[in-house]
């Protein structure tokens, strides 16, 4: 049996190498894998010694010879293939290590120069990887580290891949070749090229939004079904998700979570995860409809929930703390679909022994301080299909600060107003368009979400606050979007709110900002709106 090594990441290669010849394998390899290789004491053939044509081009060109691609594609039941190669000398390959050149972290760096770029485009590794793929019957294609102990597995037991695993590093193969094709095209096609600017020192600006996407995601799992029972659904993720989002987490008990649940967890989870203090998020049908902070766990939650236990019926729960033995009591009185938690505590999960069909899921937090929204645990891109299409729109991650908030009524905010304003924007950003919240002491009072008029929602947060026993008296409002007429601020100032924080940017904002002076309360403007559909 041959195998032959050429990689960019050498991790445990030599490892690997060293298990392979112990199993009698012969060993060819290329470059800078080979004189590792021979350094390590292993007997090791270079691909230029058997194709008998030297590497050139600085390395460019290398493998791509018949006696490397023909020994990869000859199937060995077709008499006609195997008598082909031995009359041209060539020999099987029975085994090909590759991973390719790193293109992709190439192109991260800062500063990263189109020549650079470019280097890094590999050739001959995805073209010997397609020809193994393809030929997987004969053929095992290993393109991952990861893949080695299943390798070395099969071939001690058994002296060779079984047709399972040799499909399923086919596969794994061809899905590595379309990510890295895709990660070129992504780079490429968004390059604002400048001719006048060609060098090899050129650092090209690059496109938000690149002339082809050619997003990549790998499947978790099939879902049961979708929204509704008639469609289907399954979990794909990032190929490199971002720390503490969604699909970093992992299920302790429960049922499978379910289309809907997942979609109701993420908007919960991205909401809970932007407070700082502990803070408790109940979410129903993607809109929060309770959310607190406290000073524990079990604080945030019982706040939450007045807001309106009975939406809270059935919902999603995200805490930013771990869940405790007091809290975790105290939320199992409720039916609660999903739980989520940086941690739970023993005492916390043996609760919850006795509701096996609640999920609990435990998701780490990001680690605070992050620079991206990626190290901050958020998506860069938001995606929506629409018919025959994809919206594609950066992610709304705009985070409201004090000396942004503009005043600009005769009253001024109180310090408690204003750190209660601070968090209704935060809520009202997670609440479907046109959303009102009320908010008092840190906690919401009353949630008016994804009405075609915002004089609705205003009316139906003071429906349900006052349906929760809850006063909205003293409360301080959010609106998603400007007020366009002064009716909108009346029916929450008639409803108790004594401040509110809306965008601006109304050609009546004058007119709304008298009807705030001529009603006594305070107003502010944000000047970023919300909209979330």
């Not at 392979?20 to 060993?27: D, E, M, T, V």
């Not at 292993?42 to 490397?68: I, N, S, W």
């Not at 040799?166 to 990510?179: E, H, T």
Request: aromatic content about 6%.
């Amino acid at each position: 049996m041959n195998a032959l090594l050429s990689v960019s990441d050498k991790t445990g290669i030599v490892e690997f190498a060293q298990a392979l010849h112990a199993l009698g394998i012969r060993l060819l390899s290329t470059g800078g894998t080979a004189k590792l290789l021979a350094e390590s004491g292993l007997p090791v053939t270079e691909v230029a010694e058997v194709t008998q044509f030297p590497e050139m081009l600085d390395g460019r060109v290398k493998t791509l010879h018949p006696k490397v691609h023909g020994g990869l594609l000859a199937r060995r039941e077709l008499p006609a293939h195997m008598a082909a190669l031995k009359e041209h000398g060539i020999d099987t390959i029975d085994l090909l290590v590759v991973n390719l050149y790193p293109f992709e972290a190439t192109v991260a760096k800062a500063g990263c120069t189109l020549a650079d770029a470019i280097e890094n485009i590999d050739i001959g590794g995805p073209a010997m990887v397609r020809s193994a793929a393809k030929n997987w019957k004969d053929v095992g294609v290993v393109t991952s580290a990861d893949q080695y102990d299943a390798v070395l597995g099969e071939l001690k037991a058994a002296g060779k891949l079984s047709d399972k695993l040799r499909f399923a590093l086919s596969v794994a193969a061809f899905n590595r070749i379309a990510q890295y094709d895709g990660a070129i095209s992504d780079y490429l096609s968004s390059i604002q090229f400048d001719e006048a600017k060609l060098s090899e020192s050129y650092v090209p600006e690059r496109a938000l939004f690149p002339g082809q996407s050619n997003g990549i995601f790998t499947k978790i799992q099939d879902l049961r079904y979708g929204e509704n029972s008639h469609q289907q659904a399954a979990l794909y993720r990032d190929l490199h998700p971002a720390p503490g989002s969604i699909v970093t987490g992992v299920q302790l008990q429960g049922k499978e979570l379910s289309y809907n649940n997942i979609a109701d967890a993420d908007a919960a989870w991205e909401c809970v995860k932007s407070f700082k203090l502990p803070a408790c998020v109940i979410v129903k049908h993607a809109n929060p409809c309770g959310v607190a902070v406290g000073t524990s766990a079990l604080e945030a939650y019982s706040k939450a929930f007045q807001t309106d236990p009975t939406s809270a019926f059935g919902g999603i729960i995200a805490l930013n703390r771990p869940v405790d033995g007091a809290a975790a009591q105290q939320i199992a009185k409720q039916f609660v679909e999903v739980l989520m938690a940086p941690d739970f505590t023993p005492e916390a999960l043996e609760v919850f022994k006795a509701k096996a069909n609640v999920r609990l899921m435990k998701i780490a937090l990001p680690a605070s301080g992050g620079a991206t929204a990626w190290e901050q645990g958020r998506n860069l891109m938001d995606a929506k299909r629409v018919g025959s299409g994809l919206l594609l729109q950066t992610a709304d991650n705009h985070e409201l600060q004090l000396p942004d908030v503009k005043v600009v009524t005769l009253k001024q905010p109180t310090q408690e107003e204003m750190q209660d304003l601070m968090f209704a924007w935060k809520v009202a950003k997670y609440v479907k368009s046109n959303a009102i919240v009320f908010v008092k002491g840190g906690m919401t009072m009353g949630v008016g979400a994804g009405q075609m008029s915002r004089l609705d929602s205003a009316r139906i947060a003071s429906i349900k606050a006052q349906a929760a026993g809850l006063s909205l008296q003293n409360t301080v409002v959010a609106s998603d979007a400007f007020f366009p007429f002064r009716d909108g601020l009346d029916v929450v100032v008639d409803a108790g709110a004594t401040c509110v924080a809306q965008p601006g940017g109304s050609m009546r904002d004058q007119e709304v900002i008298d009807a705030a002076n001529e009603r006594g309360v305070a107003m502010v403007f944000t000047g970023v709106r919300h909209f979330r559909h």
